[in-house]
């Protein structure tokens, strides 16, 4: 009996092991943007374009632009032209510093999470971003859910019935290497 509960306890703990390690993720993807952090531009643009070196998912990923007085400027969905490209349209706000944050789940599972700024109308220079500037814009774009979709969760559980039907299996052979047989009686 010992060394049935000695598996069923390996096979837990290897299964849970399994489950909570994290895959680590490779290289984060380039970005190029346009504008690009730091832009000055002389009109507002009619869309922010976020281009990366590995394919995006549109469904699961936010960008918000916002104006100098912090209101959103996004004008509608962000959309999708190519597989690694983003494209916020922007509606025409007041001159100012415009920040551009981000929060991209590429297709791998890998994500990204940034902002930056550019200016349109001024002529100037647009302010840096400071780390509490960043976390507060980069926060807006990072409040949501990313939920697991009916289908992969029904997997999940086939897969975790099946692994405790295999372990229950594997506790029920003989010890001593004799076959197993199951003999079914007919009731008399």
Do not use: K, N, W
Request: aromatic content about 4%.
């Amino acid at each position: 009996m010992r060394r049935s509960a000695a598996t069923v306890a390996c096979l837990v703990l290897g299964t849970i092991l399994a489950l909570i390690t994290p895959v680590p993720a490779g290289a984060e993807p380039d970005l190029t943007a346009d504008p690009a952090p730091g832009a000055i531009l002389t009109t507002m643009p009619a869309a922010v374009t976020l281009r990366f070196s590995a394919d995006v998912d549109l469904e699961t990923s936010h960008i918000a632009v916002s104006g100098p007085d912090g209101a959103g400027l996004a004008d509608g969905e962000a959309e999708q032209p190519g597989r690694t490209v983003l494209r916020q349209p922007v509606r025409a706000g007041a001159p100012g510093d415009l920040t551009v944050a981000y929060h991209v789940i590429f297709s791998d599972g890998a994500s990204t999470t940034g902002a930056y700024r550019f200016s349109a109308g001024t002529g100037a220079v647009p302010a840096p971003l400071d780390s509490t500037a960043e976390r507060a814009a980069t926060s807006a774009v990072s409040r949501h859910r990313h939920d697991i979709d009916p289908f992969s969760a029904v997997l999940l559980v086939i897969d975790g019935a099946v692994l405790v039907a295999v372990g229950g299996l594997l506790m029920l052979r003989p010890r001593h290497g004799s076959p197993v047989s199951l003999r079914l009686e007919e009731p008399r």
